[in-house]
């Protein structure tokens, strides 16, 4: 199994910047990819961004592209989300989960809070 434990949520105004990170443990050897998530206030929970866990290699979302960054460092065996430019829509939940070699988005952090005031 992989435990992931997010911080870094809390209160940000419009324009503003937050680091949320992510502490894996468990299996890392297996580790494949890792992601971050969101579900905003009466919404369906959506994909934010990945990255390789050996590569480094990332994707992201539409509505983040171009503010949001993802990076790794594997000593620490944490993922960070720099996220900037920050707009009351990105008010959330934001989970992280990782995806282990053969598998799917299996385990989730519990989740830390961000919100954005206007």
């Known amino acids: 199994q992989v435990q992931l434990v997010e911080s870094g949520g809390g209160l940000v105004r419009t324009g503003g910047s937050l680091r949320l990170s992510c502490v894996a443990s468990?299996?890392?050897?297996?580790?494949?990819?890792m992601g971050w998530f969101r579900q905003p206030p009466g919404k369906e929970r959506e994909f934010v961004g990945a990255?390789?866990?050996?590569?480094?290699?990332?994707a992201y979302g539409d509505p983040v592209k171009d503010r949001f960054t993802i990076s790794i460092d594997n000593t620490k065996n944490t993922v960070y989300l720099q996220m900037n430019s920050l707009k009351p829509e990105d008010t959330a939940v934001y989970y992280c989960?990782?995806?282990?070699?053969?598998?799917?988005?299996?385990?989730w952090g519990q989740g830390t809070q961000v919100t954005v005031s206007s």
């Open positions: 989960a990782s995806q282990i070699v053969g598998g799917t988005w299996d385990y």
């Open positions: 468990g299996r890392i050897l297996s580790m494949y990819r």
């Open positions: 990255i390789f866990w050996n590569s480094g290699r990332t």
